[in-house]
């Protein structure tokens, strides 16, 4: 057999499969952006997941690719296991070949044949296939048309072809769905061919290589399985393992697939090259120069996964794939750290190394190379090693702690409360956790943390709500909607054809009452929820009640049902897509007719609310632009919300954005709402449309071959005559299937009202149109004017000016570059404010000291106490306090009283020392006597008191009455 590299094992395979017809199709994202039911994309089958569903269809009938793929998290789940032996991975390469309704399992059987035997040359006696065995419980016979197929056609030997159960060999896409029998394709590794016993033991010496899925049958939401009237084959084959096989290695990790990494972690580690050690049964971990081997296999694998991830969009954050990276890294540095000596971040530094074996096969990769994108991964892997660098401390300490409470208490177990505080406080995850514990031969109470995380949920769950709740897990079947009136929102004729309830299409009957229900139409103008846009609100109608023009539902009416013929229909709350489906979601009003399936309705959109929703729509694609045009090319679209109140844009971007990019910002679409620019659109070729120099497209979104493109001020007709024209950079140019308005101007104006951070790398903004931008405007410019005033002033008036103003900025939608000018300019106000008062206090002091000393000289005593009694010029109380401990401090033993007075209000600060409360002198008591000479009252302590009062008048009294007061009591 001739050795073979693995980037000639992954073309022949692609060449091999394009001489049958096969069209080679790229790999599509690791990241599935439009598939919410998957952390990440698992099997070569996902990018076809809506044909084999009945959804959707391809030019073509038969396709071959190698596809990205990461198993970690969700059903599919290989991360504990890598590192422990020869062939888990979390990031591989399917190789897969399909057929939607052509060929099938005479094709696909020899195909697999020829291309294994005859062009790898492998030994074909070393190779078993298997076959489904049947279920009588399913009423499944065997698959004997396979089994006699691998005897005819390649030619195996009986004792080659071996059953297999329903587990091994029947295969679901769900719990409903096409389903079908599988045949693999198993390689005997023992050294003398003596394996065929251990073909689906698990074994690493007898291994599948391939396997062929037959999908014949659809398992309906009743459990009962239907023969498909076509047929579809989809194949996988691991390339990691058949590489492996051709290049005579029994681990995946000895192959030259891992070479460039292992030799760039050596150099990077200055460890003993990559040896193969494998931990023996039943030890922890194994002795130090297995574990380093572990560390090899661990880290190789996961900086492939992280840098594919990246690349395709993913982020780490703390839910979901997300989190799932996070625990990748994070596992990845543990063992670098520990096993390898690598203290500081190195996962970026091993980037490059992938990058420049990877990107032949995976172009997407060179543009990370040549732009900025390859320095954004390296940047977030750097990121958050480095943070990981200090939770790692702090986590071990408090593990630390956990695992010795366990010990002196002899349970063994670290506490459920213990591991959750390590994951919730620290960001330990629970396997870090687990494998510390067994490190120390301990265990985790997983059930009381598993209970913690669960309330967590429930806590995180309960703090918000979905758009709608409305159960879109549909089983059955349903009819396709033509949308194509959704560009028009026009009044819309069409044919009831059904409703959804409770996850469940019901072709006949009557829509129910007085419950939430999804009318599904032949035809309709709403737009279902897709690409960021938020789905139509509006009224169906029977046709014999909606056929005038009043009760279509046009203008505000047709979304308020606020007149009495308005009301009667059906309300649709929301629109949502599925499939080819477009479904209203809503309820009957009382009083409405019966809504038969069948019937003739009459569709109508709210026109307010989609007019505003067009506006955030066209008003996006400005942003978009002006992002680009403000901050780079290397900005790239994450995800979009787009509703009736505002348009919510992820982009990525690794830092804040200044005010003056802000107001950049916002000027770029000013100017382009003001030009009034057309909007085009229209629908090309995809392989024509991103030729286009401007073109923007979401990262890593799956787009037909036939693409709607919307361009803001330049026809489409025009990008495509001359599609390299740098001048086209000036334009807004997109891939969208959105609503939109005519011209630029109908927008009317645009405010961005917050910018923030949701994740490493992407930064969110939120802006308004039309009335709510110019009000933001407004509101802005009204805010500002206050705040100019306010410098004007000064004291308790810019004081309580500068609080009417900040609680102004938190109720009011302003431009957030206003408010962020306001909040500096106040931030410095306020910091000139306090330096005032504390001067202002000071000097006011040394008046008050100054007039206390003059008392103190001419004050009378009496039984040794002296008695000094006054008015002292306006100052805080502070200042009197200490004007106050100076006169107990020099007297030697005083009865003291000073009077502070501003236009409307008097203060009073009474003081006793030790010689005065041994008379049954009290502060509080003279306090109380005097305050109410001054229209006030008090009290206090014996030793010093404090009052208050608003008759300024009455000082002259109230200082007669306390001199004679404390004569009386101290004589």
């Known amino acids: 057999m001739t050795l073979r590299t693995s980037t000639e094992i992954r073309q022949q395979f692609l060449d091999f499969f394009r001489s049958k017809q096969h069209e080679i199709v790229p790999s599509s994202s690791v990241v ?28 073509y009938t038969r396709a071959a690719d190698t596809q990205k793929c990461i198993r970690a998290g969700g059903k599919h789940n290989d991360l504990d296991d890598v590192g422990k032996d020869t062939y888990h991975h979390t990031f591989f390469e399917m190789l897969g070949n399909w057929s939607f309704g052509d060929y099938f399992k005479e094709e696909a059987i020899s195909w697999a044949w020829e291309l294994l035997t005859e062009v790898w040359g492998l ?45 091994d060999n029947f295969w679901e896409m769900g719990d409903t769905g096409p389903c079908g029998p599988c045949s693999e394709i198993h390689i005997d590794l023992t050294p003398d061919k003596s394996g065929g016993h251990l ?51 029994t681990s995946n990790y000895d192959s030259d697939v891992f070479a460039p990494l292992f030799d760039a972690i050596q150099k990077r580690s200055g460890a003993a090259p990559y040896g193969g ?29 992280l840098t594919f991830a990246l690349t395709d969009g993913a982020v780490i954050s703390n839910e979901g794939r997300g989190y799932v990276l996070r625990r990748i890294l994070r596992r990845a540095v543990r063992y670098g750290r520990q096993y390898m000596g690598m203290t500081d971040p190195f996962l970026a530094d091993l980037v490059d190394a992938l990058v420049d074996q990877m990107e032949p096969a995976f172009p997407e990769l060179r543009a990370a190379r040549q732009g900025r994108n390859v320095e954004h991964v390296k940047d977030v892997l750097r990121e958050e090693e480095e943070s990981f660098g200090r939770t790692l401390d702090r986590g071990i300490k408090l593990f630390q702690e956990a695992a010795n409470v366990a010990v002196t208490h002899a349970s063994m177990k670290v506490s459920g409360e213990d591991a959750f505080r390590l994951h919730d406080t620290y960001g330990f995850p629970i396997d870090l956790t687990e494998l510390m514990a067994e490190e120390r031969g301990l265990t985790v109470d997983i059930g009381e943390y598993e209970r913690l995380m669960e309330e967590a949920r429930e806590r995180a769950r309960s703090g918000g709500t979905e758009r709608t709740g409305f159960d879109l897990n549909i089983v059955d079947p349903m009819p396709s909607t033509n949308d194509a009136p959704k560009y028009d929102a026009k009044p819309t004729e069409a044919k009831l054809l059904g409703f959804v309830q409770d996850g469940r299409f019901h072709a006949s009957g009557s829509v129910p009452r007085e419950t939430s229900v999804g009318l599904v139409l032949g035809r309709t103008p709403f737009y279902g929820e897709q690409g960021g846009q938020v789905g139509d609100r509006g009224w169906i109608r029977l046709a014999e009640t909606g056929v005038d023009g009043a009760d279509h539902g046009g203008g505000s009416g047709a979304g308020d049902g606020s007149s009495g013929g308005r009301k009667a229909g059906f309300r649709v709350h929301d629109t949502q ?9 809503g309820e009957l009003e009382p009083g409405s007719l019966d809504f038969q399936v069948d019937a003739i309705v009459v569709a109508s959109v709210d026109e307010s609310g989609r007019a505003q929703i067009m506006r955030n729509h066209t008003t996006t694609h400005l942003l978009n632009w002006a992002l680009r045009d403000v901050l780079g090319d290397e900005i790239h679209q994450r995800g979009s919300l787009l509703d009736t109140e505002k348009t919510r844009f992820d982009f990525s971007h690794g830092k804040p954005i200044s005010t003056d990019e802000l107001v950049a910002i916002e000027t770029g679409v000013q100017k382009g709402i003001a030009a009034g620019l057309p909007v085009y659109a229209k629908e090309v070729p995809q392989a024509e449309a991103r030729e286009v120099h401007s073109l923007r497209a979401v990262f890593g979104e799956k787009y037909p071959d036939v693409v709607r493109v919307v361009s803001v001020g330049v026809p489409v007709e025009d990008l495509l005559a001359s599609p390299a024209d740098e001048k086209w950079m000036a334009y807004s140019v997109e891939f969208c299937g959105g609503t939109h308005l005519a011209t630029t101007a109908d927008a009317r104006s645009f405010a961005l009202l917050s910018e923030e951070g949701v994740a490493k790398g992407v930064r969110r903004v939120v802006g308004v149109t039309g009335d709510l931008a110019v009000n933001a405007h407004e509101a802005g410019k009204k805010l500002e004017a206050d705040l100019a005033a306010a410098r004007g002033i000064t004291g308790d008036a810019q004081k309580a000016s500068l ?26 106000l306020h910091k000139e404010l306090r330096k005032a008062e504390k001067a202002q206090a000071a000097e006011s002091g040394d008046a008050v000291m100054d007039v206390a000393a003059t008392l103190l000289g001419s004050a009378p005593s009496v039984s040794g106490v002296s008695i000094v009694v006054g008015q002292v010029p306006e100052a805080p109380v502070d200042a009197l306090r200490g004007a106050v401990d100076w006169i107990r ?34 502060a509080g008591d003279l306090i109380k006597e005097i305050a109410p000479l001054v229209g006030g009252r008090g009290g206090g302590r014996p030793d010093m008191a404090q009052g208050g009062g608003s008759d300024v008048s009455g000082i002259p009294g109230a200082i007669e009455r306390a001199k004679a007061w404390l004569s009386e009591r101290l004589g």
Do not use: C
Not at 805 to 824: D, F, G, N, S, W
């Open 123 to 167: 030994e074909k006696d070393r190779l078993y296939a298997t076959f489904f065995e049947g279920d009588p419980s399913e009423d499944l016979a065997p698959d004997e048309e396979a089994r006699r197929l691998w005897a005819e056609k390649a030619g195996l030997d009986p004792s080659h072809i071996v059953p297999g159960n329903k587990k």
């Open 889 to 922: 401090d020099k007297s030697g033993g005083a009865a003291v009283l000073l009077l502070s007075a501003s236009e409307d209000k008097v203060t009073l600060l009474a003081a006793m020392s030790k010689g005065a409360l041994d008379k049954g002198v009290k």
């Open 803 to 828: 609080q009417e103003i900040q609680t102004a900025l938190q109720e009011t939608a302003v431009p957030v570059y206003v408010k962020q000018r306001i909040l500096a300019e106040m931030t410095t």
């Open 277 to 305: 050690r494998l931990p023996k049964s039943g030890e922890r971990g194994g002795d130090p120069e297995t574990l380093i081997d572990t560390s090899y296999r661990v880290i190789g694998d996961h900086v492939r996964t």
């Open 199 to 249: 073909v689906n033991q698990g074994d690493p010496r007898v291994i599948e290589i391939w396997n062929l899925v037959f999908i014949q049958y659809n398992r309906g939401s009743d459990g009962k399985l239907n023969l498909l009237p076509a047929k579809h084959v989809d194949t996988g084959m691991g390339f990691e393992r058949v590489t492996a096989v051709l290049q005579g290695k």
């Open 577 to 585: 897509r599925f499939g080819d489906t477009v479904i209203h979601i």
């Open 32 to 59: 599935p952006h439009d598939d919410p039911t998957l952390l990440f994309t698992n099997a070569g089958m996902n990018q076809f997941k809506d044909v084999f569903l009945g959804t959707g269809s391809r030019a």
